[in-house]
C-alpha cells in the first residue's frame, strides 16, 4: 500500500470548517483513499473513502486531486467532539477484508 | 447493532507474568483483527482472522503472542510471558468482507506491564 505523510497536529476554532491535508504521492490507480479517526481512549472509526471523485457523507467531505497525489478531508462545521486524531491510509479496496496501515495520523484539536 | 466488544478495558500485571484479552465481534462479520497501539503511535496489526482460520499473523511475535478465534466469532489474545514493551492498548477489529471493507473498532484494552 502506498505511503502518505500529514502534518502531526493542527488547531480549528469551534464552528469553522476543519481541512486535513494528506499526501500520498505513490498511491496506484487501484488504491483508494480511507479516512479514519480516533477519539480519545476509543477505538478507530470509519468515516469515509474515494477514488477519484469527491465524495460526502453525514459526517465529512473527502477532496482527492486530479492527479490523486493529495487528498483533503473537511469537517464543515467542526465540535469540540470532533477533537480526535485523525488518519489517512491509502489501501486496495475490493472484495475481501483488506488490512489497514495506519501512520502516526494528525492530531486535530478544535478550540472554543 | 451491538459493536465490538472487548474485555477487560484496563489489566495491570507484572512482566513475566501471563495476560489474556477477549474479543466479540459484530454479529456476522467473518474478519477479526487484532491491533497494538503504543502510546503516540497508530495501531499496529498484529493479527487476521477469517471465519476461525488466520489470514495473516505476520507481525505476531509468536514466541510470546498467541491468538485464537474458535468457531469463527470470538477470539482470545494471550501474552505469555509479558514484557515492559508489551505495554499498550490492544485493539480489536471486525468487518463484514465488503468491497468497502470498513473495519469497525472496540474500545480497546488498555494493559501496563510493570
Known amino acids: 500500500d502506498a505511503k502518505t505523510t500529514q502534518p502531526p497536529s493542527m488547531d480549528c476554532a469551534e464552528g469553522r470548517a476543519a481541512n486535513l491535508p494528506c499526501n500520498h504521492s505513490?498511491?496506484?490507480?487501484?488504491?483508494?483513499v480511507y479516512w479514519y479517526r480516533q477519539i480519545h481512549s476509543q477505538g478507530p472509526q470509519y468515516i469515509i473513502h474515494g477514488l477519484k471523485n469527491n465524495e460526502t457523507n453525514e459526517m465529512a467531505s473527502l477532496i482527492i486531486t486530479e492527479d490523486r497525489k493529495s487528498s483533503t478531508l473537511i469537517l464543515p462545521h467542526a465540535t469540540l467532539r470532533d477533537t480526535a486524531v485523525y488518519y489517512c491510509?491509502?489501501?486496495?479496496?475490493?472484495?475481501?477484508?483488506?488490512?489497514?496501515?495506519f501512520g502516526k495520523g494528525t492530531k486535530l484539536s478544535v478550540i472554543p | 447493532e451491538a459493536g465490538v466488544a472487548q474485555s477487560p478495558r484496563y489489566k495491570i500485571i507484572e512482566k513475566r507474568q501471563s495476560v489474556a484479552f477477549w474479543c466479540n465481534p459484530i454479529?456476522?462479520?467473518?474478519?477479526l483483527y487484532w491491533y497494538q497501539q503504543i502510546l503516540g503511535q497508530g495501531p499496529k496489526l498484529l493479527i487476521q482472522f477469517q471465519n476461525n482460520g488466520v489470514v495473516d499473523d505476520s507481525q505476531l511475535p509468536k514466541d510470546r503472542f498467541s491468538a485464537e478465534r474458535l468457531k469463527g466469532v470470538d477470539s482470545t489474545l494471550k501474552i505469555q510471558p509479558a514484557k515492559l514493551e508489551d505495554s499498550a492498548v490492544y485493539l480489536c477489529?471486525?468487518?463484514?468482507?465488503?468491497?468497502?471493507?470498513?473495519?469497525?473498532f472496540g474500545p480497546g484494552t488498555r494493559l501496563l506491564v510493570l
Open positions: 505513490t498511491i496506484s490507480g487501484n488504491e483508494y
Open positions: 477489529a471486525s468487518s463484514s468482507g465488503t468491497a468497502v471493507g470498513t473495519q469497525y
Open positions: 491510509i491509502v489501501r486496495v479496496s475490493g472484495a475481501g477484508s483488506y488490512q489497514l496501515t
Open positions: 454479529s456476522g462479520h467473518a474478519t
